[in-house]
């Protein structure tokens, strides 16, 4: 019994292996195309996993990593001594928290609202106007958010004036910034995550909205109906994969655009900056690799939670 379940299990093996050749064989150019992605994917991602161990380390560039002396945890005691660590930590998880959702709020709308358009021509202006926010560097947006915000010449504080209102020095006011990196990091990124969206609504039946025409629904019945349910899997893997990246800060965003200014710290300064200003002045890489492995800890437990709900809640959203 034990021999046949052995020789099913290899025929199973081979048969698996044989059907993957023959798809790459049917299908060379789609595998060639993703060949590049994969190579990468395999380099820097799995190949890096036997660099954890530095987080354990004192390391020692000349040693490498297999004969550098062994520490234990002491490298986390850098980040979880620190007398920042809840501050920073909060700060992290909260404007990850606004990103998520007010980012796929605002795609959505915009999603449903191009699906709405019928002009072909508009719609196409509309598409490439809401993209290219998203390929402009931080740098320059955070010269456009100086043009804004600056306290003698900026819109937001010459409009004040003419309303007859104080202006407000916003790079002093660290209150007002989550609001200020959400709205940019909206302006940014929607149009990207809208498209995304727009996709899935493509793949819709067309079938099922004619039924409901029938039946008498209108346009906005028929969103709440059928667009929207039917969106809802592609939303919530999404946002799976967001909270994959919860204790990860946009570092590029928010080092752009707040860069040293240590007034506003005490509501933007994240996990990734607090790192890089650290390490900037100590140089230790072992201490990097401690905090980073915490962050890729974390979000694998948030990952794996949140799937978990999602599987017992919403089967169609979850991830496995």
């Known amino acids: ?6 020789t099913t299990s290899v025929k199973r093996t081979q048969k698996r292996r044989s059907t993957i050749w023959r798809d790459v064989g049917r299908n060379p150019t789609s595998y060639l195309l993703v060949l590049p992605a994969m190579i990468y994917t395999f380099i820097f991602g799995y190949m890096t996993y036997p660099y954890m161990i530095i987080a354990f380390q004192r390391f020692n560039y000349a040693k490498g990593i297999w004969n550098s002396d062994w520490i ?23 404007l990850n928290l606004l990103f998520i959702g007010f980012g796929t ?4 709308v915009i999603a449903l609202v191009l699906n709405e358009l019928r002009n072909r021509i508009f719609l196409k202006f509309s598409q490439s106007f809401m993209l290219f926010p998203n390929f402009i560097s931080w ?5 456009m958010l100086y043009a804004l915000f600056s306290m003698d010449m900026g819109v937001v504080n010459q409009a004040l004036k003419m309303l007859g209102m104080t202006p407000v020095n916003w790079y002093t006011e660290p209150n007002a910034w989550p609001i200020i990196l959400t709205l940019m990091k909206v302006w940014k990124g929607a149009g990207m995550s809208a498209i995304i969206y727009l996709a899935a609504i493509a793949g819709i039946d067309d079938s099922l909205y004619e039924s409901a025409q029938i039946d008498g629904a209108n346009r906005w019945q028929q969103c709440i109906r059928i667009t929207l349910p039917l969106m809802m899997p592609t939303v919530v893997i999404l946002v799976l994969l967001s909270i994959g990246k919860i204790m990860y800060g946009d570092f590029g965003m928010i080092y752009a655009l707040v860069n040293d200014n240590g007034v506003l710290y005490p509501t933007t300064d994240v996990i990734d900056t607090y790192v ?11 201490e990097a690799m401690a905090v980073g492995l ?19 809640y919403f089967k169609e959203g979850a991830l496995y």
């Open 1 to 6: 019994m034990t021999n046949e379940f052995a």
């Open 72 to 94: 234990g945890l002491k490298n986390f005691e850098f980040f979880f001594k620190s007398n920042k660590v809840y501050e920073i930590t909060w700060n992290t998880i909260s």
């Open 105 to 108: 709020l605002s795609a959505l």
């Open 139 to 143: 740098i320059v947006v955070s010269y």
């Open 276 to 286: 890089f200003r650290s390490l900037r002045q100590i140089g230790d890489p072992s």
């Open 294 to 312: 915490f962050q890729s800890i974390v979000g694998f437990i948030m990952v794996f939670g949140t799937n978990l709900i999602a599987r017992k």
